[in-house]
Nanobody, 116 residues
Framework: QVQLMESGGGLVQAGGSLRLSCTAT????????MGWYREGPAKQRERVAL???????DYAGSVKGRFTISRDNAKNTVYLQMDDLKVEDTADYFC??????????WGQGTQVTVSS
């Protein structure tokens, strides 16, 4: 059974940093691209960052230059380093495993709150 388990959310002041982690169980890490999505207070869902099985990355324009996605295949873990956080980054962040562009599996979400 596949599970994605996120950690690392919390409360931080604007300009601060957080690192989210997502560890996958089940045999998907070598077959799936991994990513982070977020859902803000207005419940709009946004794709934040993606990393392919081969390590290629893609970012939403709103986070480019501030967020970095990486993966450690040996640990079945994907990370999202978030620097220079802004109030508008406040959201629930979800780890996602994608296969052929479809989000197959979702984590339970971790909350990030950025205060001014």
């Amino acid at each position: 059974q596949v599970q994605l388990m996120e950690s690392g959310g919390g409360l931080v002041q604007a300009g601060g940093s957080l690192r989210l982690s997502c560890t996958a169980t089940g045999d998907i890490f070598y077959t799936h691209d991994m990513g982070w999505y977020r859902e803000g207070p207005a419940k709009q869902r946004e794709r934040v960052a993606l990393i392919s099985r081969t390590g290629s990355t893609d970012y939403a324009g709103s986070v480019k230059g501030r967020f970095t996605i990486s993966r450690d295949n040996a640990k079945n873990t994907v990370y999202l380093q978030m620097d220079d956080l802004k109030v508008e980054d406040t959201a629930d962040y979800f780890c996602v495993a994608r296969y052929l562009g479809t989000a197959d599996y979702w984590g339970q979400g971790t909350q990030v709150t950025v205060s001014s």
